[in-house]
């Protein structure tokens, strides 16, 4: 299947600062891509859309100035954490699609001290 | 609307056994219904998806049933390994956009 890779795998930053977060597809091109937030034990949540080329639409309850999005070109999207928060370490996960099938990166692990 | 159930949360099964997951879901615009396999730590893996103009769909070990009716559809796992040992989420949405993921199943395979 189509191979989309993220970086870090995890970081941990101090309570203030912004973590950028790179999703890349590695062998297609991608228009739109998807970040998700998954807490430990829990499910998967779309937080929002990422466009190349445009705005990123973001979910119900997701701040966008919290989330930043950028999809400058069809291989790169990424997610910066603004002023990250202990409430704001997750596993962060994005995904992309490619011949009608969904795939995902390996994931980010965000720790906030 | 937008939920998609699944179930049980947790599953125990000898090693060579069957087994077997189910979801449920309410959009009936969904038309893509993939299963993930998730490790600790790892981001989900795609183990096999379907589309609802088919109702069976088997890779290997795996096979989803898909019933469209009654808009359910299940995972089923032949000759359990314990390298099967993981977290599988069931998932739904329209043309591969926004997936809505069920809760989770953990399945342990005992040797």
């Known amino acids: 299947g189509a191979v989309v890779s993220q970086h870090p795998s995890w970081v941990i930053c101090k309570s203030g600062t912004s973590v950028k977060i790179e999703c890349r597809s590695l062998?297609?091109?991608?228009?739109?891509m998807f970040w998700y937030r998954q807490f430990p034990k829990q499910s998967l949540m779309l937080m929002a859309t990422?466009?190349?080329?445009?705005?990123?639409?973001?979910e119900q309850g997701v701040e966008k100035d919290k989330f930043l999005i950028n999809h400058a070109s069809l291989t790169l999207s990424t997610l910066t954490v603004t002023s990250a928060h202990p409430e704001d370490s997750s596993f962060y996960i994005c995904s992309a699609s490619q011949q009608a099938e969904a795939f995902f990166g390996q994931g980010t692990r965000l720790t906030v001290v | 609307q937008q939920q998609v159930k699944q179930s049980p949360q947790s599953l125990i099964v000898q090693k060579g056994g069957i087994s077997i997951i189910n979801c449920a879901y309410e959009?009936?615009?969904?038309?893509?219904f993939p299963w993930y396999q998730q490790f600790p730590g790892k981001g989900p893996a795609l183990l096999i998806a379907i589309r609802p103009d088919v109702s069976e769909k088997k890779e290997g070990r795996f096979t989803i049933s898909f019933n469209k009716s009654a808009k359910q559809f299940s995972l089923h796992i032949m000759d359990s390994q314990p390298g099967d040992s993981a977290t599988y989420f069931c998932a739904a949405s329209f043309n591969t956009d926004k997936l809505i993921f069920g809760t989770g199943t953990r399945l342990q395979v005992f040797p």
């Open positions: 062998d297609f091109q991608a228009t739109t």
């Open positions: 990422s466009n190349e080329g445009s705005k990123a639409t973001y």
């Open positions: 959009n009936t615009a969904f038309d893509y």
